[in-house]
C-alpha cells in the first residue's frame, strides 16, 4: 500500500467513518448458489425500499484501489432505468458489470464476461434483460437505423423472426422477444469455452432474469 493510502486509511480509523451494513468482504467468497441468493434477497430490499447503507468511505475506496473481486457478473442493458447496482443492492467492488442496449452478447462483452470468471473468479452470471426495451421495440419495428445501431438489432433480429414466427403481435410479441433475447444471449455466454468449463467444474452458474420497470421485481427465468 502506498503511503497516502496508508494515511489516508489511518485518517478514516481515527475518525471513526467507514461504518456501514454492507460489507464487501462478506460476499466475495459467495459460491454460485449463495451469489444467486444475495442477488436475490437485494433485489427484495430495493422493491421494498428496505434498502442498505451501502459502503462509500474512503477507506472502503482505498482499499478496493488495491484490487477486486466481485461476486456477481450482470450483463444488462444500458437503460437509465435499470442500474444493476441499485437493483441488487450492491455498493463497490461486489458486481461486475457489463452493460450495453439490448443486453446484447458480441465478443466484447463476452471477453468482459470470461475476464469477470476467469481473472477475479466471479461465481454467477446472469443477462439481465427488462420489460419496454427500446432496443428490442426497434428491432420489431424494423426500418433504416443509423450509424451502428444496426449491429446491436442484428443480434436481436432472431428472436424476432422466432415470435413473428409463432404468429405474436403487440404487447405479446414484446414480451416474447425479450424472453428470447435474453436467452440468445445466454446461449453465447454458455457457448465460450472459457464460461463452459467452469461451469463443468461447479464453479460457475449462468443464469437469465428480466426486469419489471414499475414493480422493481427481477423474474428469474427457468
Known sequence: MSLLAAVLVLIVVLSGCGTSNKKTSEVTSFNSSQALEELKEGNAKFVTGQVSQIETS??????????????????????SRVPPE??????????????????????????SVEYAVDH??????????????????AAIDGGEQPGDIPAIISL??????QAKAQGLTGDAEVEKVTELNINSSLAAVNASPVVSQLVKEGKLKVVGAEYQLATGFVQWLP
Not at 477475479?120 to 421495440?137: E, F, K, N, P, R
Open 58 to 79: 474512503v477507506m472502503q475506496r482505498v482499499s478496493l484501489a488495491e484490487g477486486q473481486e466481485p461476486f456477481a457478473v450482470i450483463v444488462g442493458c444500458s437503460d
Open 86 to 111: 441499485l437493483l441488487f443492492d450492491q455498493g463497490l467492488g461486489e458486481i461486475f458489470v457489463a452493460r450495453v442496449a439490448g443486453n446484447v452478447v458480441d465478443p466484447v462483452v463476452l471477453g
Open 156 to 161: 436481436i433480429q432472431p428472436s424476432v423472426d
Open 120 to 137: 477475479l473468479h466471479s461465481s454467477l452470471v446472469v443477462v439481465l434483460g427488462h420489460q419496454g426495451c427500446g432496443a428490442v421495440s
